[in-house]
């Protein structure tokens, strides 16, 4: 008869579901970013959720947050946009990003790689002459030693 053998489990709680830790350092990050504090009820955490569902992350939040405190600064942009239900509405967050991102000013032309320059005409003309008076001499040289 073969006995049976007792394994011994070791029962580990669950880690926090990675979704709902990203929800929470979100709403974190949102209240430390805007000076606010706002308790994460569900309707609040469900918002969240959808936000990361569309792909967006911390880093996007900080840059919209950021570009939407300088516009509220500037008198462009009025205080409720940082309200959370404004904020993450997907289609505007995103139009928010896109903003935020975007130049007023063209970038600088990029200059291509340029071949050697051709040389000037005078470039041209001083070698000539260069060369002329080299010659010149060697031949100059060449009639005094009766190479010739």
Not at 23 to 43: A, K, V
Not at 68 to 75: A, D, M
Not at 96 to 118: E, F, G, H, K, M
Request: aromatic residues 6%; positive net charge; hydrophobic residues 35%.
């Amino acid at each position: 008869m073969g006995g049976s053998r007792l394994e011994e489990r070791t029962i580990v709680p669950a880690p926090e579901p990675p979704m709902a830790a990203q929800i929470e350092q979100l709403h974190r990050l949102y209240c430390q970013l805007t000076g606010q504090n706002l308790s994460l009820r569900f309707d609040r955490q469900r918002t969240w959720y959808e936000f990361l569902h569309a792909g967006f992350s911390a880093p996007q939040l900080t840059q919209v947050v950021a570009y939407l405190q300088k516009e509220i600064r500037h008198n462009r942009r009025n205080v409720g946009a940082l309200k959370l239900s404004n904020l993450l509405q997907p289609d505007r967050f995103e139009e928010d990003l896109n903003i935020s991102r975007v130049r007023l000013r063209p970038p600088p032309p990029l200059r291509p790689a340029s071949p050697p320059q051709a040389p000037t005409p005078s470039e041209e003309r001083l070698r000539g002459r260069q060369l002329a008076l080299q010659r010149l001499r060697q031949l100059k040289d060449d009639l005094r030693h009766g190479n010739i």
